[in-house]
């Protein structure tokens, strides 16, 4: 579901219980404030998260071990699923990667970061084995 779609059944809700009544402001307007008010919770976890659990250290410290574990636990607390596999599109993957590198203010890969990897030795390329 997108915004667009939840701020208007939030809206129908609202109406339909004629919660607007009570303080006279149309439903458009306290279902915007309801959401709103969802969006600066979510930036409240963040930076409780952030608080508890960085203390103040800076995510120019992690290693890229703990960078790859890290990345483990954190796909895996999303409720987007992601499937990866050599029949899969790792566009996805590499979008989640971003997010998770920038959340975590971490460099942007090297230019020639490709020559740094070693390669699968499980890997299956153009399809059907």
Not at 32 to 55: G, I, Q, S, T
Request: aromatic residues 8%; hydrophobic residues 35%; contains cysteine.
């Amino acid at each position: 579901m997108d915004a667009r779609d939840f701020r208007q059944e939030l809206r129908e809700l609202i109406n339909g219980h004629s919660l607007e009544n009570e303080s006279n402001t149309p439903d458009f307007v306290l279902a915007n404030l309801l959401v709103r008010c969802l969006e600066a919770f979510d930036e409240a976890v963040v930076a409780r998260l952030n608080h508890h659990y960085l203390k103040g250290r800076s995510c120019d410290s992690l290693t890229p071990s703990e960078a790859l574990f890290g990345f483990a636990g954190w796909i895996t607390t999303r409720k987007e699923q992601v499937v990866a596999s050599s029949k899969d599109d790792a566009a996805v993957w590499a979008r989640l990667i971003d997010e998770f590198c920038k959340a975590n203010k971490l460099p942007e890969p090297r230019d020639n970061q490709p020559d740094f990897v070693m390669p699968s030795t499980d890997t299956e390329r153009g399809g059907d084995a």
